[in-house]
């Protein structure tokens, strides 16, 4: 009987040793998504002034109503640790823990290089995880694609926000919110 190869996955528990280790350090820039380490591409400056945009646009608008965590990680269950660009929390923060996905409301993927996995991989797994709402800011193409009603295997409902409209996120205490600020 032949056997193959099974990829060994690891568990967020595991990542976090690994991490504390010293194996896994800041110069790795990894995530950890279904049990696999990915690398994560390098960060551009179109990408990382929007990033910046977004974190000022959400801060400002929403005070001290909810979190804005910037390039950190959430656990969505026990084997995926994304570092998405923008997850809004509607909980305070508590040091002693990392967010998980019952504490995100929104959670924005900055893309440039990056759109195909960002819509397919990481939208499913946010989809999976029960995550109310997902935008991909797509640099290329100029838009916000906003995801909605969460199911397995991913969103039932996608739009796409162009420059020249606004989009109000859903569970987020803010008003409409300009494609054109968002893209800069």
Not at 62 to 74: D, H, K, L, M, R
Not at 106 to 134: C, F, P, Q
Request: glycine share 8%; with cysteine; charged share 20%.
């Amino acid at each position: 009987m032949t056997q193959l190869p099974v990829p060994y996955r690891f568990d967020v528990e595991g990542y976090h040793q690994m991490a504390q280790a010293g194996i896994l350090t800041q110069e790795h820039r990894v995530e950890l998504l279904d049990g696999i380490i990915v690398s994560m591409p390098p960060i551009g400056s179109r990408h990382a002034w929007c990033v910046s945009r977004l974190t000022r646009l959400f801060t400002t608008l929403g005070g001290e109503s909810f979190v804005v965590w910037a390039q950190n990680p959430i656990v969505l269950g026990d084997n995926s640790e994304p570092q998405p660009d923008i997850a809004i929390l509607d909980t305070p923060a508590n040091p002693e823990m990392l967010p998980k996905a019952a504490d995100v409301v929104l959670i924005i993927e900055v893309a440039d290089t990056s759109t195909n996995y960002d819509r397919s991989t990481k939208g499913r797994l946010y989809a999976e995880s029960g995550i109310a709402e997902y935008w991909i800011v797509d640099l290329t193409s100029d838009r916000i694609d906003v995801f909605r009603e969460p199911r397995a295997g991913g969103y039932g409902m996608a739009r796409s926000v162009r420059r020249g409209e606004t989009v109000t996120p859903i569970n987020v205490p803010v008003a409409e919110i300009s494609a054109d600020e968002v893209l800069g």
